[in-house]
């Protein structure tokens, strides 16, 4: 039987690779290590990787098992999931990587001007009725600009079709500079580095949905500073689905 919340959070508290400070704690506790991540955690000066949403964290902790030289950090809000790759990072002794639980909403509150060099998007929740909550909206886009260095990378992998054709029209609206698009990572004939990196990593929950058929998308832009960001404002079909197992709850056929 596996460990319910209330001992995964309390196993947290000892982690020496995990931070919590969600919106109610961090109003009142300031984050000290802003600026300082790499002189006072990972103790190197390789480049930081943030994993937004990052869930269980395994694509987190695969990301740093393949590149040693770089440091990554998974974020999320959900701590009992977290807890699954924040202890195997411990168990295999792997030394860069932690984990940041806090709502992605003030993630720049954790990181200084130019501190992170790329981040990953892996199968976001699309936020199809919401466009301030999507994390490829500009409203998010903004806020990694603060600390993201200028034309930093950010790499977006989804099964969503809403959610990559969103940010599809959102990168060509603001002239964002585009590496890789596809929509089907797993059969592009293609001998890029990043393309493969992208398809070297195979979450749990992504096999379940190319068994069910579904093509998985990725694209790699970067994010200038010198861009004013605007909202693309396009009509979007709907994905027919929500998550696994999650049924369409709405009438709607499109969204912006």
């Known amino acids: 039987m596996g460990k319910g919340k209330l001992a995964k959070f309390a196993d947290m508290d000892t982690y020496e690779n995990v931070f919590q400070y969600p919106y109610s704690v961090v109003e009142h506790v300031p984050f000290e290590m802003r600026g300082h991540w790499h002189e006072q955690y990972f103790k190197n000066q390789n480049p930081i990787v943030l994993e937004l949403g990052c869930g269980k964290g395994e694509y987190t902790v695969e990301l740093a098992k393949l590149h040693p030289d770089m440091n990554f950090i998974g974020v999320d809000i959900k701590g009992a999931r977290m807890w699954t790759g924040a202890t195997q990072a411990l168990r295999e002794g792997l030394k860069n990587v932690a984990f940041l639980r806090t709502n992605i909403e003030i993630i720049e509150r ?14 976001s929740d699309p936020q199809m009725k919401n466009p301030r ?21 950010v790499h977006l992998k989804t099964d969503s079709n809403f959610l990559f054709t969103y940010t599809k029209y959102m990168v060509e609206k603001n002239a964002l500079p585009v590496e890789i698009m596809t929509t089907d990572l797993y059969h592009v004939c293609s001998d890029s580095v990043a393309t493969k990196e992208a398809a070297a990593i195979q979450t749990y929950y992504e096999s379940m949905w190319i068994a069910r058929g579904l093509n998985i998308k990725y694209m790699k832009f970067r994010l200038p500073r010198t861009v004013a960001l605007e ?3 396009v ?6 689905y929500r998550s696994y197992h999650r049924s369409k709850r709405s009438s709607l056929t499109t969204a912006k």
Not at 110 to 123: G, H, S
Not at 133 to 153: H, N
Not at 235 to 240: A, F, Q, S, V, Y
């Open 110 to 123: 954790f990181f200084a001007e130019d501190e992170v060099q790329e981040i990953w998007l892996t199968f």
């Open 235 to 240: 009509e979007i079909e709907l994905d027919d």
């Open 231 to 233: 909202e693309p404002d």
């Open 133 to 153: 909550k999507r994390l490829t909206s500009t409203y998010f886009m903004e806020r990694y600009r603060r600390f993201l260095v200028d034309g930093g990378i």
